[in-house]
């Protein structure tokens, strides 16, 4: 899908998109993906190599927290990489408990069907999210696996969390890169302008 000139960056969606975009998922599998992509913010290579345990407990509960491992996060600019772990707030949590694989006797979260004993690749998810897209008659926007990461963090900025609280959330190390997620929003801004010097 391509970016429809926005600077090489994916397009931010509204909660009723995403909402129509979740419906025409056809697995519990693929809902479960997108859950935790639109509930975290993290990227589809990091989602895709999650481990059972990173997610659920022994009897398939979630855990108060998410882990994402540094090892399968995306290096930071300076090759260094982190550990995330995003709080199972209460809409993530419900949709973790929603759509929880019927066994959590498995090592991988989301396994490969192809090779046995390995995670899916971000590209089979970005085939499933396409396929929603499509069939949610949204396929003209140029949506992208990372139109989740950056719909969750600006919504975040535009509900006035602190940025560097968000920072803190996303685990960027530069407010400079995590400032190009943030959508612009000119009504929004003509807003905030108009209740400052009204």
């Not at 693929?30 to 935790?36: A, E, P, Q, S, V």
């Not at 600019?77 to 759509?99: F, V, W």
């Not at 929003?185 to 807003?191: D, F, R």
Request: glycine share 8%; with cysteine.
């Amino acid at each position: 899908m391509g970016k429809n000139c926005r600077n090489g960056q994916a397009e931010i969606l509204d909660d009723r998109e995403l909402d129509r975009i979740f419906r025409h998922l056809i697995s519990r599998e693929h809902k479960l993906f997108f859950t935790i992509a639109r509930y975290t913010g993290e990227r589809f290579g990091a989602i895709a190599q999650l481990r059972v345990s990173d997610v659920y407990d022994d009897h398939c509960k979630p855990l108060q927290e998410i882990t994402f491992p540094a090892s399968i996060r995306k290096a930071s600019p300076d090759g260094s990489r982190s550990t995330r772990q995003m709080i199972c707030y209460e809409r993530l949590a419900d949709g973790l408990a929603a759509q929880r694989p019927k066994s959590c006797d498995r090592f991988w979260l989301f396994p490969s069907s192809i090779k046995t004993g390995q995670p899916i690749t971000w590209s089979a998810a970005d085939k499933w999210l396409r396929a929603a897209v499509e069939r949610a008659g949204l396929d003209h926007r140029g949506i992208s696996g990372h139109s989740l990461r950056r719909s969750f963090i600006t919504k975040l900025y535009e509900s006035g969390m602190d940025i560097h609280a968000i920072q803190q959330i996303t685990g960027h190390k530069s407010i400079s890169v995590l400032q190009k997620y943030i959508g612009k929003n000119p009504a929004k801004l003509k807003e905030a302008l108009g209740a400052i010097f009204a």
